[in-house]
Every structure is written in structure tokens, then in C-alpha cells.
T-cell receptor, first 113, second 109 residues
Framework: DGGITQSPKYLFRKEGQNVTLSCEQNLNHDAMYWYRQDPGQGLRLIYYSQIVNDFQKGDIAEGYSVSREKKESFPLTVTSAQKNPTAFYLC????????????FGDGTRLSIL | KNEVEQSPQNLTAQEGEFITINCSYSVGISALHWLQQHPGGGIVSLFMLSSGKKKHGRLIATINIQEKHSSLHITASHPRDSAVYICAVSPNTGNQFYFGTGTSLTVIP
């Protein structure tokens, strides 16, 4: 079955630590996205990538970094510069651009120790 | 400012009731999406539409492009329909999706 796999499901970060969230898809989708979800707010775009080795900042990119070395993989690193990282993080993909249905992973919940 | 507004924010219904969730948006769009998020957190795309109406089982989605408004209807609601329903749009500018804050639906047996 094709889909998007996010890992881990739960992640804890210590002060000053960088952590990396994994996102892998086997849908052969070109575009991938990272969103942050906070209670009472809509999904906010962190980064997106439309092709390998290229990505763009979204609305809230500060304190985050990404890479897109392979079509299937789009890992997100939450750096120590992100002062309020506690949130639910969702990875998504689409076949092409923004007018296509999005497929989502099951999310990673990040908390601060 | 929020490009996508949903109402109501929270909704409780008895099993079997007909449910309507509304979505209004303020930008020109190429498509509108209805998503379902279950308590575990994963999100599933229910519908993508750019005109008219779509139906899948007990779910019906409609859109009025002139009025910039869409509705999601659930007929004969069931406790397993309990979830957060999210409206999202693909703007004509084509540079990202805009999401509503979601409607939390609880269906009581």
C-alpha cells in the first residue's frame, strides 16, 4: 500500500538539542510539505519541496531546516533556535502542485523535556 | 487575517442526525479540499472540488464559487464520524494551501 510514513510518533527534545523528524513516501509524488499544528490554529506551512534538491520556506520556517536529497524523503530538523517547538508536525505530499489532493502522514508529536 | 473560516468550531450531534459544516474563503481558488482528522492525528483527504457537488457514501460536499462558500454534509451521522473536519483551499496564486481551523464533531450514540 502506498502512503506516507512519519517517525517517530512521539519525540522529546532537550534544551539546546536539534532533533530530526522523518518523512518517507512511496507514492511517487513530486511535492512534499511540512506543517505545524497548534491547538485552535489551522495548519501552518514550514517548508515545501516541489523537486529533489530544491525547497522553499513557508510561513514559519525560522528555527527549522529541511533537505530533499531523494524524491521519497523529506526530513525536518527542529533546531535549538526554535524556541517553542512543542507541537504536532504533519508531513504531506501531492502529485504535482497545490491544486492536487494532499496525502498526509500520521504525524509526530514533539514535546520539550 | 484568516483566508479560510469555518463554522461551527464545535458540533455535537445525536446519532442519525443530518450535519452541516460550513466553510467561507476570501481568495480566488482553483480547488477546495475537505479533510478529516481523527483523534490519533492523521489526516485523510475526503473531497477536492472546484464546482458543484460531490458525494461519497454518506458525505456530500458542495461549493458555490460566486459566494466563496462550501458546505460539508453528513447524512445519518454515526459515532465513527466523530473527528475534526478541516476545510482547505488551493489559491489561484498557486503558492500554498490555506487551512481553516477545523470543526470538531462529536456524534453521540
Amino acid at each position: 500500500d502506498g502512503g506516507i510514513t512519519q517517525s517517530p510518533k512521539y519525540l522529546f527534545r532537550k534544551e539546546g538539542q536539534n532533533v530530526t523528524l522523518s518523512c518517507e513516501q512511496n507514492l511517487n509524488h513530486d511535492a512534499m510539505y511540512w506543517y505545524r499544528q497548534d491547538p485552535g490554529q489551522g495548519l501552518r506551512l514550514i517548508y515545501y519541496s516541489q523537486i529533489v534538491n530544491d525547497f522553499q520556506k513557508g510561513d514559519i520556517a525560522e528555527g527549522y531546516s529541511v533537505s530533499r536529497e531523494k524524491k521519497e524523503s523529506f526530513p525536518l530538523t527542529v533546531t535549538s533556535a526554535q524556541k517553542n517547538p512543542t507541537a504536532f508536525y504533519l508531513c504531506a505530499s501531492t502529485m504535482g502542485r497545490f491544486n492536487q489532493p494532499q496525502h498526509f502522514g500520521d504525524g509526530t508529536r514533539l514535546s520539550i523535556l | 487575517k484568516n483566508e479560510v473560516e469555518q463554522s461551527p468550531q464545535n458540533l455535537t450531534a445525536q446519532e442519525g442526525e443530518f450535519i452541516t459544516i460550513n466553510c467561507s474563503y476570501s481568495v480566488g481558488i482553483s480547488a477546495l479540499h475537505w479533510l478529516q482528522q481523527h483523534p490519533g492525528g492523521g489526516i485523510v483527504s475526503l473531497f477536492m472540488l472546484s464546482s458543484g457537488k460531490k458525494k461519497h457514501g454518506r458525505l456530500i460536499a458542495t461549493i458555490n464559487i460566486q459566494e466563496k462558500h462550501s458546505s460539508l454534509h453528513i447524512t445519518a451521522s454515526h459515532p465513527r464520524d466523530s473527528a475534526v473536519y478541516i476545510c482547505a483551499v488551493s489559491p489561484n496564486t498557486g503558492n500554498q494551501f490555506y487551512f481553516g481551523t477545523g470543526t470538531s464533531l462529536t456524534v453521540i450514540p
